[in-house]
């Protein structure tokens, strides 16, 4: 079952002071070997690499791991931070990237909304108001957030008066699960080209 959140407070004035970028690089296939500790069989696996994917306190990795399934293979996109402290990401299958990307488009124009119905209210508090074109309006915290089965979670949020979108593993008791992004598209590139290598690489082994 996935879980929706949404939580609102208060209105604040703010700027946006959070980055992020999405840098697209060439594929890369990594053969890798490893043990299933419920057969003891050592099994052949290949990472294929994506784009790297930039948010505000470093770049994380991502990939499509290829593994066997018979004659067949499994594919899994897989989130990778290079932080030891980091708490993983789960493993992301297809249909959870499409039910990802579905979501995305829903929480933007929510998004919107969210500012829109924060800039009204504020006009109502206030006769006259200069520089609306130059300030966004939030507040002071409201959270919505789509949560997968696996615990993984993807929204944005509003905190101290800073908007930013979110990529967490909730399932995780860990303060170091989550990172950040100015805007959903980021997130929503890197799950595009997920989605795109992973129909690739079905479409050749037929």
Known sequence: MVKKFLIISTLAILS???YAQYTKTE???VQKNTVDSNSAKNIKFEDIKLSDLKYTLGTAETRIRKIPNGNTFTYIFQIVIEDKTFEPFPDIKYSDILKV????TTLKKEEKEDFLLAFNKLKDNFKSFDGMESKQFIYNYR????KLRGGLMVGYETVE???SWLIRND????DNNTILF???EPIEAIFTEAKKKMEELNRMKK
């Open 143 to 146: 959270g919505n957030k789509y």
């Open 27 to 29: 594929a890369v296939v």
């Open 161 to 163: 008066g800073k908007t």
């Open 182 to 184: 100015e805007s959903a």
């Open 171 to 174: 399932n995780s008791k860990s």
């Open 16 to 18: 946006n002071t959070v």
């Open 101 to 104: 990307l579905k979501e995305i």
